[in-house]
């Protein structure tokens, strides 16, 4: 009897080995864009030209288990457009930010990070042969993500990019995509008529709406901060947007006020 139950023991050994050497599950997970809080930065060209972009939309982001240093991750599903920031009258500009980017096609990683924040990387080249690098920082419902493109080593008269977005885990409450759940919102989803915000109140309901009531976007300042500290001394940071982005909310913020009755 003794030797068929160390065939048994031997054979659990085995099961449980394999199971733990079992790839962890594929995560997606969705993520609306808040538009007062995200900006598309473009400077240079032949002309010298520097636009700034209110961002909206909607993508995923997809982790995919690898032995070598954890998880690849991708951005995909990307819904990503931006409108020319003006407080003058200026000619309605959408822009194709996904396909400006590249964004579905960078390759990214989780990086060894000096805290509990998962921190991501996103590289890859745009059609320019410019090359493009984020940084995700993960704070559960909330993903910031910060980068810039740097031109080709010798090259002349290339747009360069700045990208910052915020983006909260979907479905949101915030149905005006202003960033706060609040009364306004109700209002919008309340009424089936209202002007709600189709990338924010994708799938959302009012029990979505009553348990995120009072949420507000954390600061973007400090998860610059909060994505510097985390990041190890082997990991450049991707430099920080610089005074133009702060211009930039500015003259949104202005532009906004003015729009309201």
Do not use: C
Not at 118 to 134: C, H, N, Q, T, W
Not at 167 to 179: E, F, V
Not at 188 to 200: C, S
């Amino acid at each position: 009897m003794k030797r068929p139950m160390a065939i048994v023991s031997l054979l659990i050994t085995v099961v449980l080995a394999t199971a733990a050497l079992a790839d962890p599950p594929d995560r997606l997970r969705s993520y609306n864009i808040i538009p007062r809080l995200s900006v598309l930065g473009q400077t240079g060209g032949f002309a010298g030209v520097t636009n700034w972009f209110r961002l909206t939309g909607s993508f995923d982001l997809h982790e995919q288990f690898n032995y070598n240093w954890g998880y690849d991750v991708s951005l995909t599903n990307t819904e990503v457009w931006g409108s020319i920031i003006s407080d003058q009258p200026t000619i309605a500009i959408v822009t194709d930010v996904d396909e400006l980017l590249n964004l579905e096609g960078l390759k990214g990683k989780a990086l060894p990070t000096a805290g509990p924040l998962p921190v991501y990387e996103f590289k890859g080249e745009l059609a320019d042969g410019s090359s493009m690098r984020i940084l995700g920082l993960d704070r559960g419902r909330w993903l910031y993500l910060r980068g810039s493109s740097t031109p080709p080593p010798g090259g002349a008269d290339f747009f360069e990019y700045q990208l910052r977005i915020l983006a909260r885990l979907a479905p949101s409450g915030d149905a005006n995509g202003d960033g706060a759940v609040d009364a306004a919102d109700y209002t919008l989803l309340r009424d089936a008529g209202g002007p709600v915000n189709a990338a924010a109140a994708d799938g959302v309901s009012i029990s979505d709406w009553f348990e995120q009531f009072g949420e507000t976007p954390p600061d973007i300042d400090a998860l610059d901060a909060q994505l510097n500290a985390a990041l190890l001394p082997s990991a450049t940071a991707v430099p920080e947007p610089g005074a133009m982005v702060v211009v930039a909310f500015l003259v949104g913020a202005a532009a906004l006020r003015r729009s309201k009755p």
